[in-house]
Each structure stands twice: as C-alpha cells, then as structure tokens.
C-alpha cells in the first residue's frame, strides 16, 4: 500500500510541478519580454530625445548657418548612437535633414513598410521589428511648438544593442530556472509532510476501522445471544462465505461487504419478540409472517449507518430465492445481488450441518446433497455448484473448530480484507 502511495504522490507532485513551471513560467517569459521591449522603448525614446532638441531649436530660427550647425550635432549624435537612419521633416512633411548608417539600406529593405497613417497619428509611436534576431524600433517623434502647433517631426530607425538584448534575455533565463528550481525545491519539501500526515491518516482510519470493526462483532454477539447463546455461527457463516466470495474472485470492496452482511444477516431479529424468536416449536403462519419482518428490520439497522450500508445486500435479501420464492422481494435470478445469492449457499450449508435445537445436524453428505437439489431452485446453480465442489474442503476447516479458533480464522479474514 505504502509503494503505491509513494507511486501516486510522487507522479502527483511532478505533475503538479510540471503544471506550475509550465504556468508560471509562461508568465516570467511574458514579462521578461515586456521588460525588454519596454527596456528598448525607453532607450529609443532617450536617444531619440537628444534629436528633437536639436531639431526644435532648428525650427525656432530655420536658417542655412542653423541647418548646418543641426546636421553637425546630428551627426555627432549619430555617430554615437543606435539609430541606423534619422529623418527630419517639416509641418508639410519636406524633409529637411538625413543621416543613416551604411549598414542601413541593407537593413531596410527586409524590414516592413509603414503607412502613411503612421507619421499622421498624434504623439510619439513605435513600432517593433524583428530581422533575424536583430530587434529594431521604428519611431517617430512629433516636434511641436509651445501653443500646441505642429512644427514638423522626426522618423527613426533604431537597431536595440545586442548586449543589451542578450543580458535582459540572460537575467530572464536565469529567473526562469531559479523559479522552476524553487518550486522543485517547495514540491520536494512537501513529500515527507504529505507522507507523514497520511501515516497518521492511516493510524487513525485504522483505529476508526477497529471500533467499527468491535461494533460490528458487538451487534453480531447480541442477535446470537439472543438467539442461539453463541456466536459460532456467525464466525463460521461468514468464513464460509469468505471462503467462496475467494473462489470466486471478489474484489476487496465486495468482500468487505459480504463479511459485514454475513455477519450481521440476522440483526433484525432483535426486533423479534422472544416468544417468537426463542420458540421451539413450528411457528404459526402469523408468527412465520412476523418472523420475517426481521430482514426488513435489519436493513433499517444496517442502512442508518454510512460504514453498513454496503452490508445491506446480504441483510435484505438473504432469504431471497433464485426461483423467485424466496421473501421479502420475491427477487429471481440476477435481480438477487451477488453477496446475497453467495451467503445463501453458506447460511443454509451451515444451518443443515449445525445442531440447533430443534434438530441434529445432518451428515456432510445429506447436506451436500440437499444443496445440490436445491440448485437453480434456492440457489444460484453456479454459485452451488462452485461450492460443492470445495464443499469437503470448507467443511473439514471450519465445521469442527471451537469458538476460539472460529474467532481467529475470522480475524485474519478482518485483517485482510479491512487493511
């Protein structure tokens, strides 16, 4: 159980991981993008800045002795800079001044074209470029005067410094893998908590299934006191049950049930009257009626607690008959649930093999033989058929052990079947 556990919980915690990483890593290389291309904006606009002052003044007083004192500092600028190309216009969009780098022509002839609707839109815009995986800016910088009126504006190409690109990059990679190391880290620490507190889950699932476990035997003993004064049959009831339930491949869910129905088949009789319940003789047909009433009391019993409830196929309909004769339903065939069509070969095997005391108990033979003549009748003909072929082996187990041992063999069934 433990191996599976640690299967499950470490394949939960590397999904769980994996999910995370993927998630919140998704969103630091979103931001780290926007970080750089705000990183970009910010320098083009800077340098871009450093041109529109010296375009403004131009503007004040244009001149020939101003526009070669502006193509001068333009291109001091410029030789300093990351702008591959600058343009000046004026408000009727003449271009007044150019500077652009040798290796600009190559570069803008692989970069897309631009509307007109870009240079006419009101205030500074960008646009990002990729070529190869070069990242350039293309700007443009209206120049206005004080009143608001559009003197004229600037166009740009900037080239973003690649050690610039690549250290923004670099520092968004490596808080990428911190962040991926982190939540390793935080998913690895978790393990030996969530092992812990389910070691302790365990430790009390495991006392809560004691004491459901006493209750069920407590219930068990007081319809046998009152019925019998011993639990044997109980014990060796539901151990035959066990025994078939194994043969015939029961899952452990199914078996818990069946040992909880085949212990607690007969709980409803507490709701019988001694007089009926303990009477020696052939009950009435009235008596026999309210004897029966005992299954419908049973399942009350069984159904109003949750940890039962899978007991109630056994306890309902226990009495039920494959031929459809049986009480309370009248269920035929498959209707009757499995764990019940299982517990009717071994109560009635029990029954014809035990003393009671209104009657010895038969030799193995003549109850073997009863219960093969009552197949496709009383009983399920595979389910019959299944036990008596391991009837003798069943019976030289169980049929002659005391109490005691009965209780025994009945705890290891407990322990197997409830962990």
Not at 64 to 80: E, M, P, S, V, Y
Not at 168 to 173: A, D, E, P, S, Y
Not at 339 to 364: E, G
């Amino acid at each position: 159980m433990f191996d599976n556990l640690h299967r499950w919980l470490i394949l939960r915690l590397a999904a769980v991981w994996l999910v995370l990483s993927v998630l919140i890593g998704g969103l630091v290389h979103y931001f780290g993008n926007a970080r750089l291309d705000n990183h970009v904006v910010n320098m083009a606009e800077t340098e871009a800045a450093n041109y529109s002052a010296e375009f403004t003044t131009y503007l004040g007083f244009p001149s020939g002795q101003t526009l070669a004192l502006l193509n001068r500092k333009i291109h001091d600028i410029f030789d300093r800079g990351n702008f591959i190309v600058v343009e000046f216009y004026d408000a009727g969009s003449n271009k007044i001044a150019e500077v652009v780098k040798p290796s600009a022509k190559a570069v803008e002839t692989r970069l897309p074209k631009h509307t007109s609707d870009f240079a006419r839109k009101g205030g500074v815009r960008r646009q990002k470029m990729m070529v190869g995986n070069e990242t350039y800016l293309r700007v443009f910088v209206p120049i206005n005067s004080r009143t608001g009126t559009k003197l004229g504006y600037m166009e740009g190409i900037y080239h973003a410094p690649e050690e610039i690109i690549t250290q923004i990059k670099r520092q968004t990679l490596w808080s990428l893998i911190l962040l991926v190391l982190v939540i390793f880290v935080t998913s690895l620490s978790l393990y030996p908590l969530i092992i812990r507190l389910n070691r302790k889950l365990i430790d009390y699932s495991h006392i809560l299934a004691q004491a459901n476990i006493g209750m069920l035997e407590v219930l068990g003993s007081a319809i046998a006191k009152r019925d019998s004064d011993t639990n044997i049959h109980n014990y060796r009831v539901t151990i035959y049950s066990v025994r078939l339930g194994e043969k015939l491949g029961l899952s452990n869910t199914a078996m818990q049930g069946l040992i909880k129905g085949a212990f607690l088949h007969d709980v409803g009789k507490i709701a019988i009257t001694d007089s009926i319940l303990l009477k020696s003789g052939k009950l009435t047909d009235e008596e026999f009626e309210i004897m029966k009433t005992h299954v419908r009391h049973g399942e009350d019993i069984v159904c109003s607690y949750d940890w039962l409830k899978d007991a109630v196929d056994v306890v309902r309909c226990h009495h039920e008959k494959f031929d459809g004769s049986g009480y309370l339903g009248g269920l035929t065939a498959e209707a009757i649930p499995l764990n019940a069509r299982i517990f009717a070969v071994a109560d009635v095997f029990d029954a014809l093999t035990s003393r009671r005391p209104y009657k010895k108990p038969f030799s193995f033979d003549v109850s073997t033989g009863i219960i093969r003549e009552s197949r496709g009748t009383h009983f399920d003909p595979a389910i019959a058929d299944l036990f008596l072929e391991h009837a003798a082996s069943f019976y030289e187990e169980l049929c002659r052990e005391d109490e005691g041992l009965l209780r025994g063999k009945l705890g290891a069934c407990i322990r197997k079947y409830f962990g």
